[in-house]
């Protein structure tokens, strides 16, 4: 399978804290890469210096065989790398659809236009119904962002990203927070978008990681102490002395 | 979007039919409130529409001044107005995308603070230097007209004249915006207010989009300032002092933040405001402590509309049926500008 997105020796030091140590992992096509690990083990911020967020200390990022690792986070999305939140940051203000049409806009090739309403782009409008189609939204296309469900929320997240057409997506908890139905429905559509993309889950939810993961990072103090199969991850002794308590 | 729209239509035909009843100090007053609107419009598509609260708008407007008034023949030949309206303008955005490219770069109450210093650097400049007449000011020999010298098609010297052509600026301004605000560029703005992070995440450079805004908003400001510079032929540096971009923001506070037409209502509002607690006839004696009075009537709005005048009707409808304000500034939250 093709490798969509590298990571090589990431390290991110904060003064003395290193909160990403010597870091590496290959997101590869039609996969979902897991990694998990305590709060504070280093799993966002390897997000974000996957996303570009934040610079790395050292270490290497490809995206799509390309050396990416100095371009900034809009040059990243706008090649293909999507990312989600912890935390909701949709547009709370603006309607479902409006979400996911200002982020299609962003790879429109004039972004900048300033005569036409922006409601008649069709680039950007097309992408937009798209993505809420696929993440389920249609039914509440039209309704102001804010008022949506928890669950909504974070569906919108994911249908966000895909409206910028990435290859790769970087999904920061996106079951936090869900009861049961919710959470079902979320890995439904993970395992859907699972064809064509390359997903990298940062999850506290062992449970849905296990079902949905073809492979786990465990993350401990910024450090990579095991990856591999979701069975080998699970029978690693490491990892269920660090983490996974005996589960 | 109906009646918001009839709203304006409905102002600027008022504006347009107002000289056929105003006398020559209601003119001139009205004038000076058109000309606020143009900054506080200004204004707005920085704060209300980007999210950047800059407090130093009045560089701007003093700037659009004194180009005014700088750039006009000594000799005392009307200069022309398609050229000086320009370079005034020009003046002003150029000032702004230099202030610009360095304040963005901050944020939050830094970026409150560099814009004030920016704006106190430009005050200083034309007080304390003879390029702007110091403390005295400078006056504007000849008023701007269009066409020839001679027997001009638009001379804005007369009252009538400038009137007319401010509410045109204004009518074109509130116009361009409207466009703007519903255009790519200006949903850009509106999701950098909302959420600047998740911009860069989808892959918005979100820098040249608030620069473009910046430079934008201090060229309009530049309008203002020349309007006022032309009207009362007369600059000094109190066109560019803090409490002037103080003033402004209270004016789009007032309005109500987030909708165009709050900013013209802002304008009058305040610029009323003030001429009522101005007024000897009132208050007598008092009135010599007008700030006092327009202080304690901002201090309640503010604390009793949360959304402006702009807000008024919907908070009293909400009261009238039993809804929670709240919840209907929720579901107000996503209209149009």
Known sequence: MTVLLQGHQLTRRWGGLVAVNQVSLALESGTVHAVIGTNGAGKSTLINLLSGETEPSSGQV??????????????????????????????????????????????????????????????SMGAAR??????????????????????????????????????????????AGMGAEETERMLALLTELRQGHAILLVEHDMDAVFRIADTITVMVNGSVIATGSPDAVRHNPEVQAAYLGGH | MKHKLGFVVACFAALALYPAVAGSFGLDLVTKIMVYAIFALSLELLVGATGLVCFGQAAFFGIGAY???????????????????????????????????????TQGVYFIMVTLAFAQMAYYIVHDTPLGGGTDGIYLTAKPVLGPAASPW????????????????????????????????????AGIKANEQRMRATGFSTYPYKLAAFVISGGMAGLGGFLFGVKDGFVNPELMSWHLSGAVLIMIILGGLGHLRGALIGAFAFALLQEFFKSEAIFGAFAKHWTLGLGLTI????????????????????????????????????EAP
């Open chain 1, 62 to 123: 490809q995206l799509l065989g390309q050396d990416v690792t100095r371009w900034s986070q809009p040059q990243r999305a706008r090649a293909g790398l999507g990312r989600s939140y912890q935390r909701n940051t949709i547009y709370p203000g603006f309607t479902v659809l409006e979400n996911c049409r200002l982020a299609a806009q962003a790879r429109h090739p004039q972004p900048w236009q300033w005569w036409r309403d922006a409601q008649r782009c069709e680039f």
């Open chain 1, 130 to 175: 798209a993505a809420v189609a696929r993440t389920g939204l249609d039914a509440v296309a039209d309704r102001q962002a804010g008022l949506l469900s928890h669950g909504q929320k974070r569906q919108l997240e994911i249908a966000m990203c895909l409206a910028t057409g990435p290859q790769v997506l970087l999904l920061d908890e996106p079951l």
């Open chain 2, 67 to 105: 180009a005014a008034v700088l750039l006009s023949p000594a000799n005392g030949d009307a200069p022309g107005l398609w050229w000086l309206l320009p370079a005034s303008v020009a003046a002003a955005a150029a000032y702004a995308a230099v202030m610009g490219a360095l304040c963005l770069r």
């Open chain 2, 154 to 189: 638009l001379d804005l010297d007369k009252p009538l004249a400038i009137y007319g052509f401010t509410l045109a600026c204004l009518a074109l301004q509130f116009g361009f915006m409207a466009l703007l605000l519903c255009s790519r560029f200006g949903r850009a703005l």
């Open chain 2, 299 to 334: 201090i309640a709005s503010v604390a009793l509309l949360p959304r402006g005048l702009v807000g008024l009707p919907g908070q009293l409808a909400a009261r009238l049926t039993g809804q929670r304000p709240s919840s209907a500034a929720a579901a107000n939250a996503s």
